[in-house]
């Protein structure tokens, strides 16, 4: 950790201990989970528009789905994609502890055939962190549901910058999709879009059309 990052991380209040112990396990069992400064910067969105209809494409643990659904407001949801049943099973059990099960629910289906026929529509925020081969077609399935300022927010753009790298032909399929998709975020004709070098680098596009 960076002298930055360790004067930011004693500076800001300590998270929920429901999300400390959900980091924890997510390092133990190999889970990838957002870092504190990405989770901080959900709940800062989540709270700046009173976001209480948020969609989730990929759970993990739920260590995002949690730093969104405490900023929320008393009447928010979260529906919250991910087929793995394993790992949401966990995700359930901190949910419970946490005292947001009620505002979450878990969808154990695969992503795009969700999307496809996914019936709500005038979300406030989309969250996408999930496998970055399939980004592209979970933008174009995401960005209908989402109302007009509506944000779509994307973790993993940079991939521990190999993104950033001279492109190679040996470079590997994550590192080409996620290249190419980041090219198509940024021009897409209806967001406004930036990258931040937040985490493993944040994409935040606001509805436009």
Known sequence: MSDVEQYLEGLHPQPNPVIVEVERRSRAGGVPAISRETGRFLATIVHAMQANRILEIGTGYGCATLWMALAQPPAGKIWTIDPDVTRTDVARLYFESAGEAESIEVLNQPVVELLETFPQRNLDIVFINA???????????????????????????????????????????????????????????????????????????????
């Open 131 to 209: 496998d970055p081969l399939q980004y592209g077609a979970y933008l174009d399935l995401a960005i209908p549901t989402l109302k007009r300022s509506g944000l779509v927010v994307v973790e993993h753009c940079l991939l521990a910058g190999r993104v950033a790298q001279p492109e190679l032909p040996s470079d590997d399929e994550h590192v080409r999709a996620m290249r190419a998709f980041n090219r198509a975020f940024l021009t897409h004709a209806d967001l406004a879009a930036a990258i931040l070098p937040l985490g493993d680098g944040l994409g935040v596009g606001a509805r436009t059309h």
